[in-house]
């Protein structure tokens, strides 16, 4: 058989710096127009990520960049491991943050709007951002299939909403209730439990004076604002300061009617007074009392932050100029006993960072409380990386107070396809066949079911954002149906996704991934909807990603307005490749820092693995690749076997999902054992095969080869770009057969299939640290490498000896040396 002979002239495709963004460039619109990335069903064993939609809220910032990247690099070792990824991008383009974008941008109200038309202005102004979006995850290399794109504003995600919604009431898992719920006034409307932030401020405890038959009950709270709302006091059972109270009656001061004086077992002795007023509402606990002990409701604060108007001497007032007002009235009459300073924890809402309220409010909800044991469970089907992950999880669970409240008083937003008759107020729900609907813009049909009313009132809510970002698994399976051709058309409930095997197969995806912050909410509603529906997790693993911090504590976000570092310029200035390998540089789950002067590290990795390219590929011109060599110097096992090593660790932990510490195991072989050592010792037998005879230098050809093209399939994880276009430029598609890096495997199967040869790898690290004595017998001497010694003494075994005897040429060439003798240990 003919041995093929590839000539490769290195002069001619490599400059002598990386181009960088050019190159970058480049290697994108090759990856398009070749269509690198796309994803076809038929291919093979499916590995599919669910991934995080950015929400449309502005730009793009280095958090997502660092989160994004970590994940994407986890998906293209599974394309390399053989898998036919399913690898969506989508974007979470409704709702409140979308809202507020629309409202500064554009300088408009809805308010001014018929819903329909602010929803329009908002869906428009998001496909702008989205685009920069695309160009931006296009830029980073990330190799989504922009095919199968999904926004969550559009008319197929809002028909699989809708049909969660419509299965979930139907089974009384969703329902309408008028109740206490957590209010934002300054966005005017009801926010989930997952919503809130907390946050330390100062504020003040007035020992304010009840008075029980004449006798002074004192009553410490942050609240005076709310002695209207007053329902009950409680004490403490044991509380041995009160007994005498327990049953009677106290009289509010300033306001004058009576309220009983109750026990329960929540109350801290300890804090304040140990006498708690209960006001509808003024915390979470009042809520609790007001249901286990059916107590009264009184209407204080009104959802535009304001105290009711009908409320004696703080009417109309904002909270906080209602609280500074009733003080001073009751400082008036004597009736502030003390007033202590203190800082306590109140809730806010996420994306305004304005304290939250509870009022009462006809909400949608979906069921939570009761499912906690189910929701727990469900965590262990799931595979959590990092592990300790999964405990945040479950407190979160453990800790639920609320319902899911799913309904949100604004204006861009899947609808709910509900109306309410005139007369009964009974909801009467659009058909599966006529979805997506907005009650607002279509009348219902009919009369009403219950009592035969023609007149109905539609719903004009919109969904919690999240009632439908819980449904991505959902919606990649819609989109998967829509790929192989099978119509949505008939679908009624999520469970008609899964038509047949194939499609039944999809969920659970293989992979979730987004930052830790939304644990509470991505993860937990995802869980909620999927064990409704389908009765099973909907993914396998989830990868759970730290934050980049603007400073400590603090993370870099879009709604702090703290996001200094813009990609796009990043990468103009530093390339995507060096951003891509900076963000590989964290363990999974851990926040970190960015820092430009990092920068500096991921230029000299990529002037690095450049030259070294140039280096190996320029003595391959006559490389005849046919295999490997019959007769193959140790020096050139030690290292194949060593970079087999690697492979097989770097694996490991990304099976694991620690990308970080994949990429510390690469660098260590790449910057260590290869260049610093082999590829020096080899570079002689290289250079001057007729010294060191052919058979030298194809062994050093081949082994270099094999090690230079792994160590690019393990690098093109990290930086696609770069190694995409050492492969191109080092026409190294002649001996890969494949037009692209990122469509060849990793070696399989090493762990099982190579017996190690632990004496050649044990003799890889005498060798080394013998090169690495005479360095720094040099070092020490402020002597040149390249300073020539009479003799150096190899330190060794006796069966080693013959192995370095072997590549005694190799040595002395590599550490100009006369002669090497040998000591045995």
């Known amino acids: 058989m003919q041995k093929e002979v590839i000539k490769i002239s290195s002069q001619d495709n490599f400059q002598k710096r990386y181009p960088g963004i050019l190159a970058e460039k480049e290697i994108q619109d090759f990856w398009e127009n070749e269509k690198i990335y796309k994803f076809t069903p038929d291919k093979g064993p499916i590995y599919s990520v669910d991934t995080p939609p950015p929400t449309v809220s502005g730009k793009l ?58 929803s329009q202005k908002c869906t428009e102004l998001a496909i702008k951002y989205e685009d920069k979006f695309k160009d931006l ?4 290399g990330f190799s989504y299939d922009f095919d199968l794109l999904y926004t969550t504003i559009s008319e197929e995600v809002c028909k699989v909403s809708q049909i969660s919604f419509l299965e979930l009431a139907k089974n009384s898992q969703a329902y309408l209730k008028e109740s206490p719920v957590l209010w934002c006034t300054f966005c005017k409307t009801s926010v989930a439990q997952a919503e809130l932030d907390s946050k330390e401020v100062d504020s003040k405890f007035y020992y304010v004076a009840f008075k029980v038959d004449n006798e002074i009950l004192e009553v410490a709270t942050t609240r005076p604002e709310l002695l209207c709302g007053v329902v009950c006091i409680f004490v403490s059972p044991d509380d041995q300061r009160y007994k005498k109270f327990i049953g009677k009656k106290a009289k509010v001061p300033l306001y004058n009617f009576e309220v009983p004086i109750m026990t329960d077992s929540g109350v801290d002795k300890e804090k304040g007074t140990g006498v708690v007023m209960c006001a509808t509402f003024g915390d979470s606990t009042d809520v609790q009392w007001y249901n286990e002990k059916r107590l009264p409701y009184k209407n204080v604060i009104t959802a535009h932050g304001k105290i009711n108007e009908d409320v004696e001497f703080i009417g109309s007032l904002f909270v906080k100029e209602a609280r500074k007002k009733i003080s001073s009235l009751l400082k008036e009459k004597g009736l502030i006993l003390k007033v202590e300073d203190i800082v306590h924890s109140v809730s806010i809402h996420e994306r305004c960072d ?20 189910e929701l727990i469970k469900a965590a262990d089907n799931v595979n959590w990386y990092p592990e300790p992950m999964k ?10 107070k609320w319902d899911w409240c799913i309904s949100r008083q604004r204006y861009s937003g899947v609808p709910f396809p509900v109306w309410y008759c005139k007369k009964c107020f009974k909801p009467h729900f659009a058909s599966e066949e006529e979805l997506p609907k907005d009650p607002v813009k279509s009348p219902f049909s009919g009369p009403c079911r219950n009592c035969g009313c023609g007149e109905f009132t539609p719903e004009k809510s919109v969904m919690d954002t999240w009632a439908t970002s819980s449904l991505t698994p959902q919606v990649n399976l819609s989109k998967l149906r829509s790929i192989c051709g099978h119509s949505d058309k008939n679908i009624k409930n999520i469970k008609d996704l899964e038509s047949d095997k194939f499609f039944s197969e999809f969920i659970p995806m293989g992979m979730r ?12 509603y995802t869980i909620v909807k999927s064990l409704y529906h389908l009765k099973k997790a909907p993914w396998k693993d989830l990868m759970i990603c730290g934050f980049v911090l603007a400073k400590k504590g603090k993370k870099i976000s879009k709604s702090k307005s703290n996001a200094n570092f813009d990609p796009v310029l990043l990468i103009q200035e530093y390339t995507a490749d060096a951003l891509r390998y900076w963000a590989a540089g964290s363990r999974l789950g851990n926040d970190t820092f960015f820092d430009v ?14 030259n070294c390219s140039k280096f190996v590929i320029s003595h391959l011109e006559d490389f005849e690749f ?18 087999n090593k690697t492979i097989v660790k770097v694996s490991e932990f990304l099976e694991a999902f620690e990308v970080g510490l994949a990429r510390r195991v690469i660098d260590d072989f790449f910057w260590k ?12 037998r290289l250079y001057q095969p007729d010294i060191h005879g052919e058979d030298g230098k194809k062994s050093a050809q081949y082994a270099s080869y094999y090690c230079l093209i792994n160590i690019l399939k393990m690098y093109a994880i990290f930086t696609p770009h770069l190694t995409e276009y050492i492969h191109m430029k080092g026409r190294l598609e002649r001996f890969t057969k494949s037009p692209s890096i990122h469509m060849l495997t990793w070696e399989k199967n090493l762990k099982k299939d190579i017996d190690f040869d632990e004496s050649i790898i044990l003799f890889g690290k005498e060798l080394e640290d013998f090169v690495s004595k005479v360095r720094k017998y040099k070092s020490e001497r402020n002597m040149s490498m390249k300073a020539p010694l009479d003799s150096a003494v190899i330190e060794c075994s006796r069966e080693f000896k013959s192995y370095f005897e072997e590549s005694e040429k190799d040595l002395i060439a590599c550490l100009q040396l006369k002669k090497i003798t040998y000591e045995f240990k």
Not at 391 to 400: A, D, E, G, H, M
Not at 626 to 643: A, T, Y
Not at 678 to 683: A, N, P, T
């Open 61 to 118: 910032h280095i958090g997502h960049i660092f989160s994004f990247a970590q994940a994407e690099m986890l998906v293209r070792f599974r394309r390399m491991q053989g898998y036919n990824v399913y690898f969506p991008i989508g974007f979470d383009d409704n709702g409140l943050a979308t809202e507020r974008l629309a409202e500064n941008e554009l300088g408009i109200k809805p308010t001014d709007f018929e819903r329909h038309e602010f």
């Open 137 to 140: 995850l296009r830029s980073m």
């Open 354 to 373: 304005r304290e939250i309220e509870i009022i009462n409010s006809k909400q949608w909800f979906i069921d939570v409380l009761s499912k906690k044991d």
């Open 391 to 400: 405990k945040r999880y479950i407190s979160w669970v453990k800790n639920l």
């Open 513 to 524: 991934t987004h930052a830790h912050d939304i644990i509470r909410t991505w993860s937990f």
């Open 597 to 610: 002067e990092s920068m500096k590290d991921t230029r000299r990795f990529i002037t690095k693995l450049w």
């Open 626 to 643: 046919s295999g490997k060599p019959d007769k193959m110097r140790l020096v050139d096992c030690w290292i194949m076997d060593k970079i």
């Open 673 to 684: 054992d290869f260049c610093d050592n082999y590829i020096e010792v080899v570079k002689e």
